[in-house]
T-cell receptor, first 113, second 118 residues
Framework: GNSVTQMEGPVTLSEEAFLTINCTYT??????LFWYVQYPGEGLQLLLK?????DKGSNKGFEATYRKETTSFHLEKGSVQVSDSAVYFC????????????FGAGTRLFVKA | DAGVIQSPRHEVTEMGQEVTLRCKPI?????LFWYRQTMMRGLELLIY????????DSGMPEDRFSAKMPNASFSTLKIQPSEPRDSAVYFC????????????????FGPGTRLTVL
């Protein structure tokens, strides 16, 4: 079945450091891929998405590229801020826009000033 | 738009009591999801509805849990009787349909209800 695996946290970085959070997936067909972010005390919210191979999703300085050959969707940001401290979830939904979204376990990011 | 609304935001109850969590999805969204989040198990899908009809409840932990969606603007998740291991944050999420009435991909989450069962 479909699944998502992301790197375990927590990830601790200093402000302005480069961020990579790895995500790989297993899926049949052509899923859409997502990164959601959860700030403390809040629900998840969509950060970015990509719907087909080689697409790059981007938002708020974060980027991720849909790599079908490596079944990956790694999240990157060139310079993190303290306000980026949150939990990041990689997710996929199947290619038919099906009813379920499969979420990874989440990676907690701490950014120090 | 006010987004997905959940109530209450916090609930503390004693073991054996009935708990009802409420959700108002975003207007016009035709899919609704209930999730549970704990440190140990992460984010778990409990049940989802499409056009008010339960599609998959395989994530509901046991018969103590039940969910209803009587209309397009309201859903409840009930736990009866509650147990300490039910303590978690419960999220409701909704998802819009596309112009053809089919499902789209992005879910919109509410702020969650933090449930503590003593």
């Amino acid at each position: 079945g479909n699944s998502v695996t992301q790197m375990e946290g927590p990830v601790t970085l200093s402000e302005e450091a480069f961020l990579t959070i790895n995500c790989t997936y297993t899926a049949t067909g052509y899923p859409s891929l997502f990164w959601y972010v959860q700030y403390p005390g809040e629900g998840l919210q969509l950060l970015l998405k990509a719907t087909k191979a080689d697409d790059k999703g981007s938002n708020k300085g974060f980027e991720a590229t849909y790599r079908k050959e490596t079944t990956s969707f790694h999240l990157e940001k060139g310079s993190v801020q303290v306000s980026d401290s949150a939990v990041y979830f990689c997710a996929l939904s199947d290619g038919t826009g099906g009813f379920k979204t499969i979420f990874g376990a989440g990676t907690r990011l701490f950014v120090k000033a | 738009d006010a987004g997905v609304i959940q109530s209450p935001r916090h609930e503390v109850t004693e073991m054996g009591q009935e708990v009802t969590l409420r959700c108002k999805p975003i207007s016009g969204h035709n899919s609704l999801f209930w999730y549970r989040q704990t440190m140990m198990r992460g984010l778990e899908l409990l049940i989802y509805f499409n056009n008010n009809v339960p599609i998959d409840d395989s994530g509901m932990p046991e018969d103590r849990f039940s969910a209803k969606m009587p209309n397009a603007s309201f859903s409840t998740l009930k736990i009866q009787p509650s147990e300490p291991r039910d303590s978690a944050v419960y999220f409701c999420a909704s998802r819009p349909s596309n112009h053809r009435g089919g499902a789209t991909d992005t879910q919109y989450f509410g702020p969650g209800t933090r449930l503590t069962v003593l």
